[in-house]
């Protein structure tokens, strides 16, 4: 029970008093001869308060005084009088070891103490208390891109190693609505957690680490609370490691109307095949688990079939939010089952209902799919994805930007003396699409997608399917553990190493443009760009495996392992490591002079189109354009000139 003392004397009394007797009143003479206070509330939680005016109501029924003692006084409780309520009362109080004499019953009590004539004053805590208004105030967060909100589990079930995560919104019945209602539920088999590590999730940040972890990606502290209150009003968690079990309840429903924030914590410890109790007592259990009850559509037969999910020796952890955000008189969210065995067009998906486009510079097309489609979104936001990931029961596959591009070519450079590697190619999807840029990644995380430099934020069509991919990890943190990257993990700080990072890739990008993408290319209209090579992913060991050439990835099946063809191998053996593919290199992109001799401009066509060149990774290619084709392209720029002279 927590206490206020309005007495300069007792301003570092105790926080906890053990009551060693209880009696009557008039048993006790000479009370008001001893230093009296002024004895407030303060109730860390409900169940506090509740016990606080059962027992001074105790107290003022059957006229008694409780009597307690610490090391250094002895306190006399006074039952408050009638009709003053139970928020505060007055407690008589003398230092203990100093002669005087209190006898009981009968005889007279004798005190060497006398009264205190200071005035009283007021005794403030210097610690801060959470408004569970506080919690809307966290949802904030993520207020521009709810995906974002959910990418935080995504973080949390990667840092607990896990290897399977499933995603899906489900109907479940409500007792407060009378009806069934949306529940999100983000399931992984990671580690888990304990009651310590549990209380530190639901608690308002944490000391941050010394040294940046490149295999975590949470650091924050505040991921699970602005994820979950941006996703729904209420959480609950449940989650299980090899000796523990630990449900919590993060719920904007269960404080409303009140003061401070009450976040209830059930905890089991295992011994054998026995569970008890952990870190708190019995009665303190029994409130947490009936506010959990009260305020959420669990039982204590759902709780038991959700736990039942996990295996005997099974470890993991369930989130479940439900009261989903609001989008007018829907949800933000909208989603689709899916038909289970269906092809890739029927699968199940959760989309954003709005189906904005975030903003980008230069950007002008509407068909960007990862900024309103979860499963889009999930196929990249790992770098080198290996767990597992469901969205309404069907697999994501994943889809590592590196692995899909043609004409590839890798980049290195030191920015302010730490290594970068940039990875440069055309996609076909992306330019079907009319989307390019410059992916980011930090700890292997997606962070920021499509992000346009150089000439590209000048012109909506420029770099049209042209994809770059890089780590930033290193980059974004100086010598002192901090890093540059924002805490809801969808952006960098400005920064002096943001700043010349941008600038290298502007110019990485269009040399790359002037070299690859804007030169004289004859070729068929139908042509498309294919990867350089075809890669798949084994459903075992996670690792990706280059197809031989000419292999259609596309009649593998869903399940694919190390040993099937094409591969025929084992899991043991090595990844192959992604190399730049075949480029061709051409003419600069301020294009041909017309005063030059048509016939010199063929001789350049041919010499060009059939001589080769070496790309930064050693390989070669060779493209032959013949007479009929160059002096058809002579033709059209004739014309072309005609025109332009006319005019």
Known sequence: ??????????????????????????????????????????????????????????????????????????????????????????????????????????????????????????????????????????????????????????????????????????????????????????????????HQEMLCMVSFGHNQPDVDDPNRIGRFGIGFKTGAMKLGKDALVLTQTSNSRSIAFLSQTLNEGKDNLEIPIVSYYRYGQFMELDKQNETLFKHNLKAIKEFSPFDKYLIGQKVGLFSREGTGTHIYIWNLDEWGSNYSLQWESGITGGSSFHQGDIFIRSRRVRARPGQMTQTVPLDYSLRSYLEVIFLDPRIKIYVQGSQVKSRPLARSLSKTVVENCTIMGKPVQLTLGCNQLEWEQANCGIFLYWHGRLIEAYKRVGSMMHNGDKGRGVIGVIDVT???????????????????????????????????????????????????????????????????????????????????????????????????IPEQEVEPGVITVSSKRQGYSFSADPQEIKGKLSGQAVGTSKNRGGNVSSHTVDDDQANDYLERRKKLRRRCRKS
Not at 16 to 33: C, F, G, M, P, Y
Not at 481 to 507: I, M, P, R, S
């Open 1 to 194: 029970m927590g206490w206020l003392f309005e007495d300069l004397k007792l301003s570092t009394g105790p926080s906890v008093w053990h009551i060693t007797d209880i009696v009557r009143q008039e048993k006790l003479a000479n009370l008001s001869s001893l230093s009296r206070c002024l004895l407030r509330r303060s109730p860390e939680n409900s169940h506090q308060e509740k016990e606080w005016g059962e027992f001074l109501g105790f107290l003022q029924k059957h006229k008694k005084v409780a009597t307690g003692k610490d090391e250094c006084f002895q306190f006399f409780i006074l039952p408050p009088k009638e009709g003053s309520g139970f928020s505060c009362t007055f407690a008589y109080y003398r230092e203990r070891g100093k002669p005087s004499e209190c006898p009981l019953g009968a005889q007279t009590c004798n005190l060497s103490a006398k009264a205190s004539e200071r005035p009283e004053k007021t005794n403030q805590h210097n610690l801060v208390r959470a408004n569970p208004s506080f919690l809307t105030t966290l949802a904030h967060t993520h207020s521009g891109w709810i995906f974002g909100a959910i990418a935080e589990f995504v973080d949390n079930s990667r840092d607990a190693k896990a290897t399977k995560l499933e995603i899906s919104i489900d109907m479940i019945f409500s007792r407060a609505t009378g009806r069934e209602i949306p529940m999100l539920c983000i399931i992984d088999d990671g580690c888990g957690m304990n």
């Open 474 to 572: 290193d980059l974004m943190a100086d010598d002192n553990g901090h890093v540059w990257v924002h805490n809801n993990k969808q952006g960098f700080q400005d920064c002096e190493a943001y700043a010349e990072l941008e600038t290298w890739l502007g110019e990485k990008s269009d040399r790359y443009l002037d070299e690859h993408v804007d030169k004289v290319e004859l070729k068929a209209s139908s042509g498309v760009y294919k990867p350089d090579n075809e890669w798949v992913q084994c459903d075992k060991c996670r690792k990706w495996r280059m197809l031989s050439h000419g292999f259609n990835s596309k009649t593998l099946p869903l399940q694919w392992f190390c040993y099937m063809k094409p591969f025929n191998g084992k899991c043991e």
